[in-house]
């Protein structure tokens, strides 16, 4: 165990049949009635805003204003136009329905309308903030980023081509809102992407230097609801179930990482996300398995043994027994492999960074000395220079 | 109900120091070894950053990813011992004895306490496990937070022997003789005499 950790999550959840319906009394406990809602294109195409208003009926609360022009990355120029129909529609809390995306943008929105800032650079990176924000609930639409649980928002700055972490307690939803309705519609390519995003969350907040029991014991919980539900998901997409098992498993890995971290996978990955634009998830589908075996091969005992735990979460309790100790971490390996294989064979998930179509290996060099200078590099339990985020980078660019 | 009539003048004055406790607080006590100790050590190591940026390639890679006039500041908080560095025109380091104006320092790397100092520079915890164990509050950008933190390694690397200089940085690297041992004489030098 490690000598000393902190654990926090104040974020309310709620979960279940009909979680929706119970926001607008969050919102009177929040002494709110009048919100923001930001969104997205694809989610006001797939009608998921629907559900929502329509449990604002009988209720006491009038929406401010929708926004649902959020882009695929969050920017800075979208936040600052966000803050500016906040402030000029009197709205006095944010609802953010969306993926990751919607989001990080409704976090720097409320970074920006709390502060009353115009320049969202000046309060960036970690432990700026010092004050509560304004009330913000966080409907995810996705089962992947677990940002509706998270302290960190990260948002592109595309003049510099880079993504720029904000990082405060502060940023953390007051509510968070798990309901199957708002995944039902999920296409299998994205379900794929987004439970592989949670996975490799749930994965790196197990094995990386912040590691405590309590982040173990929701990594642990989140794999195990990934692995069992993901593929029969895949084949019933109307399981309402399997859905809520899918969204629960990422807010559990994003409660997870919130207080222990990631390491190599998410370095490497934003940065193919920043200069590729490569999905998140897709990215760390792709380079999670790369990255366990590096760091397989470099790390400590310790790490082989915590790799070797995760197999019974993977895999299940008769396949674990069977497999003597010392092989459990490649084992590990071995299914989440096999896992990444079934998933481009059912929903074309590409399964390295060339199947992308997006990253030349031309770029990988960019890619490996930016990387090199994220955060998340520092929690790896190996360290991760320019040669190996090289190494791990050829490795993960084509079938070898 | 039946409350008991309570005398507290007659308290006060059978139990004089009952009062003292109740009227004045506990005023906070010392750690002067420990502080004193932190403070030499990052006294050195600020030298040892600038020595260091003089003559290692490795530092001065680092140092031209940072921006000009950047400058960081490592303290113990609340008040204890600080370690203020900046970039200066010919991309080295300068230690700072004196601390500087705080609107100059880019980025603040906040020690939670002084114990958890002392187990950073007695190299009982890295500076990594110290990052992920939440010892310590970043304030400012990361990705330069993250430099300062491979700067910090280098050092820690020329300073020390290597049986200690493992148990504070990840990896110990496999520097050439060269590096080694010529690069670390001049760092020594430089750190002892301040040039």
Redesign the interface.
Known sequence: M?????FFCPVKILCGEKALEHIPIELNMLAANRPLIITDPGVRAAGLIDHVLNAFRESNITIGSIFDQTPQDSSLQIIKQVAGIYSATNCNAIIAIGGGSALDTAKGVNILVSEKADDLMKL?????LKRALKPFIAIPTTAGTGSEVTSVAVIADPDQNRKI?F?SHFLLPNVAVLDARMTLSLPSQMTAATAMDALTHAVEAYT???KNPLSDAYSFAAIKMISGNLFNVLQKPNDKSGRLALATAATYAGISFSN??VGMVHALGHSVGALCHVPHGAAMSILLPYVLEYNLA?GNKDYQTYVGELLLALAGSEKYAKIPPEQRAAESVVFITEMKNELFRQTGLPRTLKETGKVLQEIIPEIAKISV???S???N???VDYEDALTVLNRAYEIQ | MFVFPVNFKLIMERFPMTTNLTNRGVAPGKKAFKKIYVAVLMFFVGRALAAASKVDSGMKKELA?LPDQFSFKLQVLPAGPSLTVGKNEQSRFKHYVRSIPEDKIDVRI?IKHLDAAFLLFTFQ?ST??S?????M???????Q???V?RCLNIVEVYLLPKFIARLA???YPDWPFFRKVWRRSLIYTRTVLGV
């Open positions: 490690s000598s000393y950790h902190e960036a990176g970690a432990g700026i972490p990082v990386c230097l912040g222990s971290m470099k200078g994220d955060p590099s520092i929690y339990p190996v360290e | 990813e906040m915890e990594a496990r990052f992920a164990s939440d010892r509050i970043v304030k400012g950008d990361l990705t937070a993250i430099s933190v940085v990840k990896r």
